[in-house]
Each structure stands twice: as C-alpha cells, then as structure tokens.
C-alpha cells in the first residue's frame, strides 16, 4: 500500500468501528465477571452448614403433626419419597408456591405433598383450596406449645423439605427460591 495523505486519514476510520467492538466485548466480559463475584453459584457444602438449613432441618425431622380428623400421625413418612411444606396463612411466598404446586399438577394432583400449616390442619386446608392445589395432605401442630417452638425454630416459612422413601430428609430449603425447585422435585410432588 503506498502512504498517500487520503489513506492515513482513513485508516483511523476504518479502526473505530474495530474498536468499539473490541471495548464493548471488554465491557460485556468485565461485567460479566462482576456479576458472577457479587451473585455467586451457591457451594454445596457451605449450603449444608448453613444454620438456617441446620434449624428447619431439625425443626420438621421428627414433627409430629395432627391431622384433619385430628389423629397424631408423623409429617414425615416411610415408604415413599414426599415433599413437606410448613406454611402460615400469612405467608406470601407460601400463597405462590401453593399457586405454582397447582400449576404443576397433574390430574392426579399432588399427592406427594405433605403441608403443615401454623394456624392447623384447616386453614391449611382452606389454603390449599384457594390456590387450586389437590391430593395434598393438610396438618397442623398438635397443641399450641408445638406451634410456638414451630414458629421460632424455623427462619420463616415457607421451609420446602424433600425425603427419600424411608422417609430421612435429604434436601432442605428455607424460603421459596421459586418455581425452578418444584420442577426440579416434580415427580416427587405428582408421586410418579
């Protein structure tokens, strides 16, 4: 190429458009990697130290809840794998994920799901009618002493449990991270 005074004023030109790719792929990629540093992927092993999940954990392992017809049976069950939900009448994040469970399930409803609810076995019930959900089985705490240390001894509710069929809980999650965990537990909600 020879050196004429037109070339070297459009060689700056012809660069500007190159670099404005290259500083908004830089850009793109610095923020990129600011996001990941403030919005880390959970560890694994930090979530099971957590002591909130330690606490719910050991909140529903041995509940004991009263039923509809008001017999003392276990919230969490052998034989099966099950989802348990402690909820409150007053929980929002409990209301959308009763919405969500109604929209996952089949015709068969959600028989997998086994729901104490703060205020008793009825308002859970009547919770569970308003948001569509079917085949759940509905409980309260026993006595008033039980609602009390339910109520303090989980960080909030929803607490979503997730157990293996000899009924040992192996997932726990304080508060509703949204739908993508119920797809995730899916045929343990439908029992399938």
Sequence with gaps: MIDTP??????????????WIIGGALAIAAVGIT?????????????????????????????????????TVPFALPG????LMVNSTSCGFCREALRDMAQLQGTGGVRG????????????TR????????????????????????????????????TDSAGRIVETVPG??????LERWRQVLLAE
């Design 113 to 124: 799901l086994r729901v104490v609810t703060l205020e008793g076995a009825a308002e859970g």
């Design 6 to 19: 037109d070339s070297a004023a459009t060689a700056p030109r012809a660069r500007a458009p190159l670099l």
């Design 127 to 162: 919770m569970l009618t308003a948001a569509g959900v079917r085949g759940a089985f509905s409980s309260g705490p026993v006595g008033e002493q039980d609602q009390v240390l339910l109520t303090f001894r989980i960080p909030g509710t929803p607490v979503l449990a997730r």
């Design 80 to 83: 099966r794998p099950h989802v």
């Design 35 to 71: 996001m990941r540093a403030l919005d880390p992927a959970p560890d694994p092993t930090l979530r099971t130290q957590d002591p909130a999940v330690a606490e719910a954990r050991e909140a529903v392992r041995a509940l004991v809840v009263r039923d509809e017809r008001g017999a």
């Design 176 to 181: 509703y991270p949204g739908r993508a965990l």
